[in-house]
């Protein structure tokens, strides 16, 4: 034990320094081997990292050139849509001359149907005094003296002027048989007429007398005498007329628009409410007609309705 403690000791510092040592990485072997690296390689991944970006610049200009093609692609879009809008743009001008010269030419038309149905009724007037005076047909007028003699046969000659002046009126009811009175066609022909050129009093009586002899334009008479009435601002005989076909002629193709009509004038008279119930009411039951989207018309110019209503 004496001995022992006797050995002399190793310095610490010294012994450290041996085991670091032996247990520190060969930098120097390393550093050797870094430089015997073959040379090939670093030429393999030089070339390797060439090819990559040859690569790389040729997709950056095949990229390039597929956006210079869509650019290209959209101004020629852009240039056709412009085109296009121009060419609508002249085809709905076209067409609004169009339609002007189509009002044009119906106003026109208009004025020449009333022209010739002037025409027609002197005609017919004339017709009508031939038939009652005996002129021109060889048949002998009624020419009864007041004191009852017989009448004599017409003599020759009697279509003369001076013979259709100095002879007398025939019988009211011969002259009802004989004359050429106006077809119901005739007399509605002449109240639209009369109508289209705002002459409203003269196409009402027109269609009334159509109304009243009932057939297949009493419905559209009634529909019009309602609209004239309402051109003129009368709205409560104007209802009237519109009820009338709304109740009497439930499968005229004028129910809708009576229905519309109606709602129209209640509006005005100021019963928002009831118009209202009529517009949606019209959508519901004639969907997809004119009266339809009419209705839809005044209920998007209405006020929104009151939540608490």
Not at 49 to 78: F, K, N, S, W, Y
Not at 157 to 181: F, N, R, W
Not at 243 to 262: C, L, M, Q, T
Request: net charge negative; aromatic share 4%; proline share 5%.
């Amino acid at each position: 034990m004496k001995s022992f403690l006797t050995v002399p000791r190793i310095p610490a510092l010294l012994v450290g320094v041996l085991l670091g040592s032996l247990s520190a990485p060969p930098l120097l072997g390393e550093a050797r081997a870094a430089a015997q690296r073959d040379p090939n390689r670093i030429v393999a991944e030089i070339r390797q990292i060439q090819v990559q970006l040859a690569t790389l610049v040729e997709a950056q200009t095949a990229l390039t050139g597929a956006v210079e093609r869509l650019l290209e692609d959209r101004e020629e879009q852009l240039t056709a849509d412009r085109r296009s809008r121009a060419e609508t743009k002249n085809t709905l001008e076209r067409m609004e001359r169009s339609v002007a010269t189509l009002d044009e030419a119906f106003r026109d038309t208009g004025e020449r149907l009333s022209a010739l149905m002037v025409e027609v009724e002197s005609v017919r007037e004339a017709q009508r005094r031939a038939a009652i005076l005996g002129a021109g047909t060889g048949e002998a007028a009624d020419t009864s003296p007041p004191d009852g003699e017989e009448a004599g046969e017409s003599t020759e000659g009697s279509d003369s002027p001076d013979a259709d002046e100095s002879s007398p009126e025939g019988d009211p009811e011969e002259e009802a048989t004989v004359l050429d009175q106006p077809s119901v066609s005739e007399v509605y022909l002449q109240a639209d007429a009369d109508y289209l050129q705002g002459r409203y009093d003269l196409a009402l009586n027109g269609f009334e007398r159509v109304a009243d002899q009932g057939g297949e334009l009493a419905d559209n008479a009634r529909y019009l005498m309602g609209e004239c009435l309402l051109a003129q601002d009368r709205l409560d005989p104007a209802l009237e007329q519109f009820e009338i076909v709304i109740r009497d002629f439930p499968d005229s193709s004028k129910h809708a628009e009576a229905w519309y009509k109606k709602g129209l004038i209640l509006g005005r008279m100021g019963h928002e409410s009831d118009a209202r119930e009529i517009f949606e009411d019209i959508l519901d039951v004639f969907a997809g007609t004119t009266a339809a989207r009419l209705a839809q018309r005044e209920l998007d110019a209405m006020p929104p309705r009151d939540p608490g209503v």
